[in-house]
């Protein structure tokens, strides 16, 4: 079945650094979306990317959606111990708006 | 956005005992979802809620073990029937909006089984 792959799984940066994660999928997604779980809290939608080659940016935070669909990357610039929590990618098949894929998250400490 | 509240926030319960856990949202929502999460993984979908018909379920998952009921377009309930240690986890419901599916979660049940 589809698979979205993330990496890292743990990450520990100190506070100042950069960080990024990587989403890779099996097969060709229609949209890319980033969500942010805190520890003890729930999911929470971050951005969604739909072009081929798409690049948006909140803040410190900047989403790439890759030529061929298949993956994604999130990069923080300048960490703040505010960024600390799991980041999820999560994309719909091609042609399948209905069923989100999640990708097993990469979770991220900021030691200030 | 979609704010969703769920009940219980918590509960311990007995070995081969039942709960329910109700999500309730702020407007009328075509999309629902329950969800599983054990603590450091990922999501993983339960079953699609629909209104007015059964509830269609993911792989690993079945009607007997977690039925559903959604009645109407604010509101669905999941019941985890006949629990056992290992239904320990918690459990989120989440809603679409029409494009761009954005999903919006509710604050979660935390489920324990002693």
């Known amino acids: 079945g589809q698979q979205v792959m993330q990496i890292p799984q743990y990450q520990h940066v100190q506070e100042g650094e950069d960080f990024t994660t990587y989403c890779n999928s099996s097969?060709?997604?229609?949209?890319i979306q980033w969500y942010k779980q805190r520890p003890g809290g729930h999911p929470v939608f971050l951005i969604q990317l739909v072009k081929s080659g798409e690049v948006k940016k909140q803040k410190r935070l900047t989403f790439q959606f890759g030529e061929a669909k298949k993956n994604s990357s999130l990069h923080i610039t300048a960490t703040q111990t505010t960024d600390v929590g799991t980041y999820f990618c999560?994309?719909?098949?091609?042609?399948?708006?209905?069923?989100?894929?999640w990708g097993l998250g990469t979770s991220l400490a900021v030691n200030p | 956005s979609a704010v969703i509240s769920q009940k219980p926030s918590r509960d311990i319960c007995q070995r081969g005992t039942s709960l329910t856990i109700q999500c309730q949202v702020d407007s009328q929502v075509t999309m629902m979802f329950w969800y599983r999460q054990q603590p450091g993984q990922s999501l993983t979908l339960i079953a699609t809620?629909?209104?007015?018909?059964?509830?269609?379920?993911e792989s690993g998952f079945v009607i007997d073990k977690f039925p559903i009921s959604r009645p109407n377009l604010t509101f669905s309930t999941l019941t985890v029937s006949n629990m056992s240690p290992e239904d320990s986890s918690i459990y989120l419901c989440?809603?679409?909006?029409?494009?761009?599916?954005?999903?919006?979660f509710g604050p979660g049940t935390r489920l324990t089984v002693t």
């Open positions: 999560a994309g719909y098949n091609a042609g399948n708006n209905r069923k989100l894929i």
């Open positions: 989440s809603v679409v909006r029409d494009n761009p599916y954005e999903q919006y």
């Open positions: 097969t060709t997604l229609s949209n």
């Open positions: 809620a629909n209104q007015g018909s059964e509830a269609t379920y």
